[in-house]
């Protein structure tokens, strides 16, 4: 990345004397995308056909790039025929559909869970819970989907030995949920090596947390610039530009504070989600204008981008 962003409220506290201490060179990511962007736009809880068609309708109304989709109720939600609408209907669009592998920890039987501690979160239990995990992605890549959304280390590994083994389509992009975010470099790396081809980390990372992750790998990065409520809550608009500068490549999600949880969605649920839905579109758009606002809007990789790039693995064979 070559040009520094400008900072909101400058130059106007600069005339003020309050003007804040200048970027260092050193702080900006190295790393970008394979096509030579830096950010890309993710609208994550799009839970399905029709509250993609909401999205798509607000992102053409508002003139909102999309470069990925993202749902959270898990594939083991939806019936193949709206598996098969949705992935034909971002397929043509140039956006890659990411569906949610299941079983989780928070929706078995397991109590530890719901202790104050959260006991394993939403880890898979069991031999059986990675199986259906595994059933999950090979029914979603069969009917045309290309990302997953994983929430377990071994479900991540063996995901990635069976990409590398051909049991899913070699094309198939894993990626690890905010609910499991690494929080330091040293994790990081730990999941780009099991396979992971964007890594969600928690929104409250400092600024200096992803400079120390971008000096030790460059997988594709997920940050919620707009955190759910169940996430923190965390409202990072104004600090979007100084994060696509440390973090990238960075996918800029736009979750929605103050809004209820969605997952596992039924149609009991539809209208807020339908609601929900165009407000992260919307919510996209306010973080676009901040980015041309602060001369950080050239670095989107272009429509229809997807492939993290060559990223550092461990050894299937072992």
Same mark, same amino acid.
């Given at each position: 990345?070559t040009?520094?962003?400008?900072? /909101?409220?400058?130059p106007?506290?600069s005339a003020?004397?309050l003007?804040? !201490?200048?970027?260092r060179p050193?702080d900006?990511s190295? *790393? %970008?995308?394979p096509?030579?962007?830096?950010?890309r736009?993710?609208?994550?809880?799009?839970?399905g056909?029709?509250?993609?068609?909401?999205?798509?309708?607000?992102?053409?109304r508002l003139?909102?790039?999309v *470069?990925r989709?993202?749902?959270?109720s898990? @594939?083991?939600?939806l019936?193949?025929?709206?598996i098969l609408?949705?992935?034909?209907a971002?397929?043509?669009?140039?956006?890659?559909?990411?569906?949610?592998?299941g079983?989780r920890g928070?929706w078995? %039987?397991?109590g530890?869970?719901?202790?104050?501690?959260?006991?394993?979160?939403l880890?898979?239990r069991g031999?059986?819970?990675v199986?259906?995990?595994?059933e999950?992605?090979?029914r979603a %890549?069969?009917l045309?989907?290309t990302?997953?959304?994983?929430a377990?280390e071994?479900v991540l590994w063996t995901?990635?030995r069976a990409r590398?083994?051909?049991v899913? !389509?070699?094309?198939t %992009?894993?990626k @690890?949920?905010a609910?499991?975010g690494?929080?330091? !470099?040293?994790?990081?790396?730990?999941y780009?090596?099991?396979?992971?081809?964007?890594?969600?980390?928690?929104?409250?990372?400092t600024l200096?947390?992803?400079t120390?992750?971008?000096?030790?790998?460059?997988?594709?990065?997920?940050?919620?610039?707009?955190? !759910?409520?169940?996430?923190?809550?965390?409202v990072?608009?104004y600090?979007i530009?100084?994060l696509?500068?440390?973090g990238? /490549?960075?996918y800029?999600?736009?979750?929605?504070a103050?809004a209820?949880?969605?997952?596992?969605?039924?149609?009991?649920?539809r209208? @807020?989600?339908l609601?929900?839905?165009?407000e992260?579109?919307?919510?996209?758009?306010?973080?676009?204008d901040?980015?041309?606002?602060?001369?950080?809007a050239?670095?989107?990789? /272009?429509?229809?981008?997807r492939?993290?790039g060559?990223l550092?693995?461990?050894?299937?064979?072992?």
């Amino acid at each position: 990345m070559t040009d520094t962003p400008r900072r /909101p409220g400058e130059p106007a506290l600069s005339a003020l004397g309050l003007s804040a !201490p200048a970027p260092r060179p050193d702080d900006a990511s190295p *790393h %970008t995308f394979p096509d030579g962007g830096t950010w890309r736009v993710e609208i994550p809880s799009v839970e399905g056909p029709e509250a993609l068609a909401a999205v798509l309708d607000e992102a053409a109304r508002l003139d909102v790039p999309v *470069h990925r989709i993202s749902q959270g109720s898990g @594939v083991w939600m939806l019936r193949d025929t709206e598996i098969l609408e949705m992935a034909a209907a971002t397929a043509e669009r140039g956006i890659e559909l990411c569906l949610f592998t299941g079983p989780r920890g928070t929706w078995d %039987t397991g109590g530890s869970v719901r202790t104050d501690s959260g006991g394993a979160g939403l880890r898979s239990r069991g031999h059986d819970a990675v199986a259906g995990c595994v059933e999950d992605a090979v029914r979603a %890549t069969q009917l045309g989907v290309t990302c997953l959304l994983v929430a377990d280390e071994g479900v991540l590994w063996t995901l990635h030995r069976a990409r590398a083994a051909g049991v899913i !389509p070699a094309g198939t %992009t894993l990626k @690890v949920s905010a609910l499991i975010g690494p929080v330091n !470099p040293a994790a990081y790396a730990v999941y780009e090596g099991l396979g992971a081809d964007s890594l969600n980390v928690p929104s409250d990372l400092t600024l200096a947390h992803l400079t120390e992750i971008r000096r030790v790998s460059a997988a594709p990065m997920d940050m919620y610039v707009e955190a !759910p409520d169940d996430l923190g809550g965390y409202v990072r608009m104004y600090e979007i530009a100084e994060l696509v500068r440390r973090g990238a /490549p960075l996918y800029l999600k736009l979750g929605l504070a103050k809004a209820p949880s969605l997952y596992p969605y039924g149609a009991h649920l539809r209208d @807020v989600t339908l609601a929900t839905a165009r407000e992260r579109v919307r919510r996209g758009r306010l973080a676009l204008d901040l980015l041309e606002r602060h001369g950080a809007a050239g670095g989107m990789s /272009p429509l229809g981008s997807r492939l993290p790039g060559s990223l550092r693995r461990f050894d299937t064979a072992q």
